[in-house]
């Protein structure tokens, strides 16, 4: 079995995790489940960078002065338990201040100084304690880090020893040209190029006078410069320095997973320090984009950071767990770009992707099966159209995987839950139901919906493996979980199947309760006790609105009701088990035929009314002048049947 070796950024640990750097873990945890469904041996590796001034301080300041560890080991449970809350599925976890990492950042700063690399000079310049950083003066805005912009760097003059970056430009321009994939996106490739061309110079690595670090092997009053020890946990955590023969059979790393403004870090400082060293470079850099927060940087003390605990419990939806975020963060963002967070948006989401999208069609086939074959589903014939959405799928979702566009790799699973609805609503198996000589198609419907679903639950399982794999076992799947291979995602015409009905997956967040305040009583002035009382206000309170279900429904069948000159029945779908008659007044504005394919808005919650012999279970929505033909209102095509207006 090949091997795969992924790793995060490790963070740092001055404060908690927030949805930004949670949006890291989990897009690689996509990554990581993806390639043990694509079948290779993982190692996943995530972990805590403490070796940085700002940690120091904060533990200081939390009482930890004489042992910053105690205080790291306090936020190695914060960090975990976060990670953990996220089904984050590390293989190890690392802190750089555990004795393996010491063997290997002593053995790497050897290496590299017995390389003739290291020598020893004086820093004098600025120095960001935030970003861990020298500063050249150049990259100052009005005196400020660009970065850090309300904190004022240090002017720095002290001992350090310098690695001989500079000599490494050449080879790097020579790797990136040779490895057009060592850095992902494109965008960054093209930072780093330009980065290159405009020369390198040496860099320091070590730091004087302080005591929170790797010391020096050739320099024990001086540590090691916190950037280049923490890069060295990659190689730490597979043997580098402690176990050469473990180290021999997972270097090099095939993919580092890290946020777009440590690029600089990843691509051109860790290659030169491993060939410094007499080590490979890691294969592959993947630098993913910045989650915002309403279009703003997620910080703080901006009051603009969010609690991925609070993601994983959202108000709206508190018992789905964290698989409605990790889809939110995967689908939502073109992987390697910036993309943004809100509540509101995450919640509409939650509502036309899980609740009515995929959570609904799981309900009906279930609740379809169960209600007209007793729960088997048995095959069929070798599966109609679904069949070929579903391979189609499966050759989308491979290649975008394959290629880190993991937004677009769900898109793919998509594509065969909403043809899946599709197939339903055209179907129509509770029509077939109603004539035993439709068995054989009925049966067939419903073992090919359930396929379908199958397909997508596998597909969509590296991104929410614990619901996918419920979906699983409600579809009667013959295999689930870890065992779990890309070879099971294609469609498969035998075995019968028992489905096990549910609760619905991801209930609909209702809607938001507003609280209406009353204005505070007051004495009534002398004018006003005179004047006479208001008309009755007719307006409604939004409490009132509020009680009206508005939703999107799809127009399926429409026939004109014979003897009446305004009623045409409508059978519309509202994304429940079966379609709903309507009997709408439009006929002097439609032909039924013009009306078939259309999306409308219905009011659902109407109590049925029987009219002209039939029950009407609903009521359309729609316009007209004095005098004019009534016109419907429509509602945009993609959205599915079911979702709320309002
Ligand atoms: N400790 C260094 C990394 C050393 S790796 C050898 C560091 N730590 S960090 O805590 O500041 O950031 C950890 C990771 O989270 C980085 O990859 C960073 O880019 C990422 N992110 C921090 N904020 C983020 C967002 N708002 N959005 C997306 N990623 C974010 O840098």
Same mark, same amino acid.
């Given at each position: ?88 599925? &590390? ?21 590299? &100084? ?282 989308? &979702? ?249």
């Amino acid at each position: 079995m090949s091997r795969y070796y992924l790793t995060t950024a490790i963070d740092y640990v001055n404060s908690r995790p927030h949805l930004g750097t949670a949006y890291e873990k989990v897009t690689a945890d996509v990554i990581a489940r993806y390639k043990r469904l694509a079948g290779f041996d993982v190692h996943f590796l995530m972990g805590n960078d403490e070796h940085s001034q700002n940690v120091f301080k904060k533990a200081s300041e939390e009482g930890f002065h004489n042992n910053p560890v105690a205080y790291c080991d306090r936020m190695e449970e914060e960090f975990t338990s976060v990670w953990k809350a996220l089904h984050c599925s &590390y293989d190890d976890f690392i802190r750089t201040t555990q004795p393996r990492h010491k063997a290997a950042v002593q053995k790497l700063a050897q290496a590299a &100084y017995d390389a003739g690399d290291i020598y020893e000079g004086v820093y004098e310049g600025w120095y960001c304690v935030s970003c861990e950083a020298f500063k050249p003066e150049k990259d100052l805005v009005d005196g400020k880090c660009p970065v850090h912009p309300t904190l004022t760097p240090e002017w720095i003059r002290e001992k350090n020893f310098f690695f001989r970056l500079s000599k490494y430009r050449d080879r790097l321009i020579k790797h990136f040209e040779a490895q057009p994939s060592f850095l992902e996106p494109e965008i960054r490739r093209n930072e780093i190029l330009r980065l290159l061309d405009a020369g390198l110079e040496d860099i320091s690595m070590s730091r004087a006078g302080q005591s929170w670090g790797v010391p020096l092997p050739f320099d024990p009053d001086s540590v090691v410069y916190v950037w280049f020890d923490a890069l060295i946990n990659y190689a730490t955590a597979v043997g580098y320095g402690t176990d050469d023969a473990r180290f021999a059979q997972w270097w090099p790393a095939d993919l580092h997973v890290i946020g777009k403004d440590i690029t600089r870090f990843h691509t051109v400082f860790w290659p030169a320090m491993l060939w410094s060293a007499g080590v490979e470079a890691p294969r592959q850099v993947f630098g993913h984009g910045w989650l915002h927060y309403g279009g703003q940087r997620m910080s703080k003390s901006l009051g603009t950071s969010v609690d991925p605990m609070d993601a994983a419990a959202p108000k709206f939806a508190p018992d789905a767990g964290p698989d409605p975020i990790r889809l939110y963060l995967t689908k939502e963002i073109t992987y390697g770009s910036d993309g943004d967070f809100t509540w509101e948006r995450f919640e509409e989401r939650y509502n036309v992707d899980l609740a009515n999208n995929l959570g609904n069609l799981v309900s009906r086939v279930v609740s379809m099966a169960d209600k007209y074959r007793g729960g088997r589903v048995a095959p069929a014939g070798d599966g109609g159209r679904l069949a070929g959405v579903a391979e189609a799928s499966l050759e989308r &979702y491979r290649t975008a995987m394959d290629a880190f566009a993991l937004h677009e790799g769900v898109a793919a699973a998509y594509q065969l839950v909403d043809a899946a609805n599709v197939f339903i609503a055209d179907s129509a198996p509770w029509k077939l139901a109603k004539d035993p000589g439709n068995a054989a198609r009925l049966d067939a419907v419903l073992f090919e919906a359930a396929e379908a679903v199958r397909v997508a639950a596998v597909l969509l399982r590296p991104v929410m493996p614990s619901s996918c794999d419920e979906i699983l076992r409600r579809i009667g799947a013959p295999v689930t979980g870890a065992a779990l291979r890309l070879d099971h995602a294609r469609w498969q015409s035998a075995g019968e199947r028992t489905t096990i009905p549910g609760p619905p997956m991801w209930p609909r967040s209702e809607p938001k309760e507003i609280t209406v305040t009353e204005p505070a009583a007051q004495a009534p002035a002398p004018e006003a006790a005179a004047a006479p009382a208001p008309a009755a206000d007719a307006r409604i309170g939004i409490e009132d609105f509020l009680k009206v279900e508005l939703k999107v429904a799809k127009v399926r069948e429409a026939t004109a009701m014979p003897k009446s000159k305004k009623l045409i029945r409508l059978l519309v779908d509202v994304g429940e088990a079966e379609p709903r008659t309507i009997l709408a007044g439009i006929a002097e504005g439609y032909q039924p035929e013009q009306l078939v394919g259309k999306t409308i808005v219905i009011v659902a919650n109407l109590k049925p009314r029987p009219m002209m012999g039939t029950e009407s279970n609903g009521m359309v929505l729609a316009a007209s002048g004095p005098g004019q033909p009534p016109i419907l209102v429509a509602a945009d095509d993609s959205l599915p049947p079911g979702t709320r207006v309002g």
